[in-house]
């Protein structure tokens, strides 16, 4: 069983996004389940509607998966492990203050040395635990010896028993820490390969502490992805990137099958530069994509996002575009020289359906092509249209072509007209209106 496990606090960030995409791919490859966990333990964090926006998200790029899970919904599973912990001893009640611990902290770092619990409350009496009338958060003994994993990407990690700390489980209001939660659920959904961001690298060997203090035994294969670097500057992709969030890339007009292709292709070797996800479960191999940081480049996109709207059947494009015919959808793609997303070419065609004035030089000219527009019978052809509006209006040469494009298009320059008219041919009074 593979997870994916976003927490609702705030926009999709591809990133995230790419995780959900690789989970998915490597799950059908491996012919497993995939869940998604919404990771909502955090109650200060969590922003009304976010959960409901990422399945959303999920739907719209086909991610299939088995079943959607709430963690809230474990809490009394989280907790009841965790009194298991304090009865073996293994987890103890800290009633450290958090003024104290912020006094510890900046302690360490005069010292400039790495903050760590000072375990006065491990040594606290049972006795003394139940006579004290405070709140307490229940923290894990740390390891009695390293943590080692290898990670399918990275290599082997090692951690010694100080990199993990003795380390909180629940908070005082009793909820579970992301490392707890996380940990448990992995084992209570029976998790055999978790693939996540690398900023998660620190906690995997707490996780596994975690379930090793529980007695589970079976091991969990990682794989830490590389973060997305923003291309121009080189730095980490962060939410103040708009092209960071899932939900600006869409409003942009692009296509979830362009930016899953570009999610899978950034700074990876693949048989080939434009493909589906389901093409991609065929080749796609999680152990050699790239170690280091994925640079994101939005021009790239665009490229890849001509390239899947050039192949989107005309019928369905002319639907995105808000019509149901294909002729729109092949109008749209003459557009693709110059607009490269949804948005843009939805501009080119309010453009020509828009009411138009006159164009500016050529007023008398563009009043009379109008005109005769209005009342020209359906030409099959543009070569028969141009002629009729030649004999109705004798108007030659740039006189007659300049506002005939302007009225037909709305602008001055694009495609030739020959190209657009089949098109458009059917709409000639809603054009001139
Ligand atoms: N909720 C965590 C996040 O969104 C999940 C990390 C994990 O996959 O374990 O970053």
Request: with cysteine; glycine share 4%.
């Amino acid at each position: 069983m593979l997870r994916f496990a976003p927490s609702p606090t705030g926009d999709m960030h591809i990133g995230n996004l790419r995780v959900a995409i690789f989970n998915y791919i490597v799950a059908k490859q491996l012919n497993e389940g995939l869940i998604i966990r919404i990771e909502d333990t955090d109650k200060a964090r969590n922003i009304e509607g976010k959960d409901k926006e990422i399945l959303e998200i999920l739907a719209l790029f086909s991610i299939d998966y088995k079943t959607v899970f709430y963690q809230s919904e474990n809490i009394k599973y989280h907790q009841k492990m965790a009194l298991q912990l304090m009865t073996q001893k293994k987890a103890f009640a800290c009633f450290c203050s958090d003024d104290k611990l912020e006094e510890l902290k900046e302690e360490s770092i005069k010292k400039g040395i790495p903050f760590r619990y000072d375990n006065f409350c491990e040594t606290l009496s049972d006795e003394t635990v139940l006579n004290t009338n405070a709140p307490f958060t229940v923290r894990l003994k740390k390891p009695d010896h390293n943590i080692k994993f290898k990670d399918l990407l990275k290599g082997e990690f090692d951690y010694a028993p100080f990199d993990i700390d003795s380390f909180i489980i629940l908070r005082q209001d009793k909820s579970p820490t992301y490392n707890y939660a996380c940990s448990v659920d992995d084992m209570l959904m029976d998790i055999s390969m978790v693939i996540r961001g690398e900023d998660h690298i620190s906690n995997t060997p707490k996780q596994i502490h975690i379930r090793e203090s529980l007695g589970y035994t079976k091991e969990i294969k990682y794989v830490h992805l590389p973060i997305i670097l923003n291309a121009q500057t080189g730095k980490k992709m962060s939410k103040r990137d708009d092209a960071s969030s899932v939900k600006w890339l869409i409003e942009q007009g692009f296509l979830p099958s362009a930016i899953a292709n570009y999610l899978v292709l950034m700074g990876n070797k693949t048989p080939k530069e434009i493909f589906t996800l389901e093409e991609a479960i065929s080749w796609f191999d999680i152990e050699t994509i790239s170690r280091s940081g994925a640079k994101f480049d939005i021009d790239k996109l665009r490229f890849i996002n001509r390239k899947h709207i050039e192949t989107l059947d005309e019928m369905r494009l002319s639907k995105i575009l808000g019509f149901a015919d294909e002729s729109i959808g092949k109008l749209a793609k003459l557009y693709l020289e110059e607009a490269s997303t949804i948005k843009e070419i939805k501009e080119k065609l309010d453009n020509i359906f828009s009411i138009k004035t006159t164009l500016e030089g050529f007023e008398n000219e563009s009043n009379k092509i109008k005109e005769v527009l209005q009342k020209a019978p359906y030409f099959e052809e543009y070569e028969d249209l141009k002629n009729y509006i030649v004999e109705q209006t004798q108007l030659k040469g740039k006189n007659l072509f300049k506002p005939l494009r302007y009225i037909l298009t709305g602008v001055e320059n694009g495609p030739n007209i020959t190209d657009i008219y089949p098109f458009i041919k059917n709409y000639i009074g809603e054009i001139t209106r």
